[in-house]
Nanobody, 121 residues
Framework: VQLQASGGGLVQAGGSLRLSCEAS????????MGWFRQAPGKEREFVAD????????YYGDSVKGRFTISRDNAKNTVYLQMSSLRPEDTAVYSC???????????????WGQGTEVTVSS
């Protein structure tokens, strides 16, 4: 499975941004899709994930109530709608896929390249 993330950029605090992650290759499998982020000098952090059906989602505590993960399986794409952005949300955001998934990066088999998000104060 190949994953291509896009949608990053520069946004002011309080603004919104939508990230996309398109999967190609072995997309017939029922993958859980996740988003992680890594800020400069920090470890990679779980942001959100969504199961194949889209019915179950999990969020990291720092983004709950502000970010929404969703997916369109017909387009093989998962989205991360980010609202009320804060400077501390600045990071490289990466998407990942796995048949089971979870809250840890070690639980994901496939990774895309990151897309950079910068939130200015």
């Amino acid at each position: 499975v190949q994953l291509q993330a896009s949608g990053g950029g520069l946004v002011q605090a309080g603004g919104s941004l939508r990230l996309s992650c398109e999967a190609s290759g072995r997309t017939s499998s029922r993958y859980t899709m996740g988003w992680f982020r890594q800020a400069p000098g920090k470890e990679r952090e779980f942001v959100a994930d969504v199961t194949w059906t889209g019915l179950t989602t999990y969020y990291g505590d720092s983004v709950k109530g502000r970010f929404t993960i969703s997916r369109d399986n017909a387009k093989n794409t998962v989205y991360l709608q980010m609202s009320s952005l804060r400077p501390e949300d600045t990071a490289v955001y990466s998407c990942a896929a796995d048949l089971r998934g979870g809250l840890l990066e070690s639980e994901y088999e496939y990774w895309g390249q990151g897309t950079e998000v910068t939130v200015s104060s």
